[in-house]
């Protein structure tokens, strides 16, 4: 299985996503700093695969600080948690890892326990948030395998795969699924201009498991759609807001449209972690604006004339009513999702 990010006695390791997939090469981080510098440059990159990096970056800070006790520890883990909450806004998992953390912490340091059990129970919970992103992606895998056709094209678009999550992917996950019941499935992998994620990483990582994937530039999908090569699309999600309005890479509510218009089923994979119920529609989720350079450049060359206007928003928001269906850990949910979103809370609370 592909190693996306692990914990060693040496920092938080990380196989380097910028250079994939023509080097397979690693990078560790040895600070709670290269962790944020990671996310940032996109070393490591994917909404769930980045919540649980932030995590194992709390765990870092609280390994290697100089404090003595919780009580000193406390305000440099402020520091932490801001540092790290600024480096992408879109992906509500980030914000959500980052609370569970300081919830670790809250009681423990009230209750004045040594700041060497404190350390213990953050990385505890690191892992723990680790070990439960690959189980949701398999219970993902399992709900959602049966949506997709017995045989036929089906449409990605970004990577939300192994390397997006800690492992086995959220919308390449139920592929993967499908596929393990013996479907004939053929992907359809976006390239995902400008960073690529498609053409890089997708292709890599179904070539790696030998799933056939033909790449597309993405204004390709609407004749693939009209010519019927495509039966269904499964993207990821990096923020689900309450009404079911979906923030995923830019590009996917193109996507989302074709499919409407050519009568596809459009499917957002995605596990809990990714809704968020105090956000009430897609208009309120903060869109991240990523360096004009990966537009106006490929491959260190210039490709657009100099001081030309360049606008590079990382995601869109597709809105509710193009959605198939939500496929989560706990179940699928057809839209209207408002109030099965918030019913399915409670029973996951329940469960819990
Ligand atoms: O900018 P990125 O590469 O972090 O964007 C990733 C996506 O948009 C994914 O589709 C999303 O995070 C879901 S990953 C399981």
């Known amino acids: 299985m592909i190693s996306t990010l692990a914990w060693t006695p040496e920092g938080v390791r990380f196989i380097d996503q910028t250079r994939l997939p023509l080097e397979e090469s690693y990078v560790v981080a040895a600070t709670w700093e290269e962790v944020a510098r990671a996310?940032?440059?996109?070393?490591?990159?994917?909404?769930?695969?980045?919540?649980?990096?932030?995590?194992?970056?709390?765990?870092l800070g609280a390994k290697i600080t100089g404090a003595r006790t919780a009580a000193e520890f406390a305000p440099e883990l402020e520091r932490i948690c801001a540092g790290l909450a600024s480096t992408r806004p879109t992906a509500v998992n980030l914000f959500w890892a980052i609370d569970?953390?300081?919830?670790?912490?809250?009681?423990?340091?009230?209750?004045?326990?040594?700041?060497?059990?404190?350390?213990?129970?953050?990385?505890?919970?690191?892992?723990?948030m680790y070990d439960e992103d690959i189980s949701a992606c398999k219970a993902m895998g399992a709900h959602g395998a049966d949506l997709l056709p017995d045989e036929g094209g089906v449409l990605t678009h970004c990577n939300a795969g192994a390397l997006a999550t800690c492992g086995y992917g959220t919308a390449l996950g139920v592929i993967r699924a499908a596929v393990e019941r013996g479907k004939r499935i053929h992907v359809y992998a976006d390239e995902t201009r400008p960073f690529l994620q498609g053409a890089r990483l997708t292709a890599w990582e179904l070539m790696a498991d030998g799933i056939p994937a033909t790449v597309l530039c993405d204004n390709t999908a609407a004749s693939l759609m009209r010519a019927g090569r495509i039966q269904a699309v499964v993207v990821g999600a990096?923020?689900?807001?309450?009404?079911?309005?979906v923030a995923n890479k830019i590009g996917t509510y193109n996507v989302a449209i074709l499919a409407r218009e050519h009568g596809i089923p459009f499917y957002v994979a995605a596990p809990w972690s990714t809704i968020d119920l105090a956000t009430g529609t897609g208009d309120a989720?903060?869109?991240?604006?990523?360096?004009a350079i990966e537009v106006t450049h490929h491959g260190g060359r210039q490709l657009t004339p100099r001081g030309v206007g360049i606008v590079n928003p990382a995601f869109d928001v597709t809105p509710v009513k193009y959605v198939t269906a939500?496929?989560?850990?706990?179940?699928?949910?057809?839209?209207?999702?408002?109030?099965?979103?918030?019913?399915?809370?409670?029973?996951?609370?329940a469960w819990g």
């Open 39 to 59: 996310i940032v440059t996109m070393v490591v990159r994917g909404a769930p695969a980045i919540g649980v990096s932030a995590a194992y970056g709390i765990a």
């Open 100 to 128: 569970r953390m300081k919830q670790i912490f809250a009681p423990l340091a009230a209750a004045g326990k040594p700041l060497d059990e404190i350390r213990e129970r953050l990385l505890a919970e690191a892992h723990a």
């Open 238 to 245: 990096d923020r689900i807001a309450a009404n079911g309005d």
């Open 285 to 291: 989720i903060p869109i991240e604006e990523r360096p």
């Open 326 to 349: 939500l496929i989560t850990e706990r179940g699928i949910l057809r839209p209207p999702c408002s109030g099965s979103l918030r019913q399915m809370e409670l029973v996951g609370a």
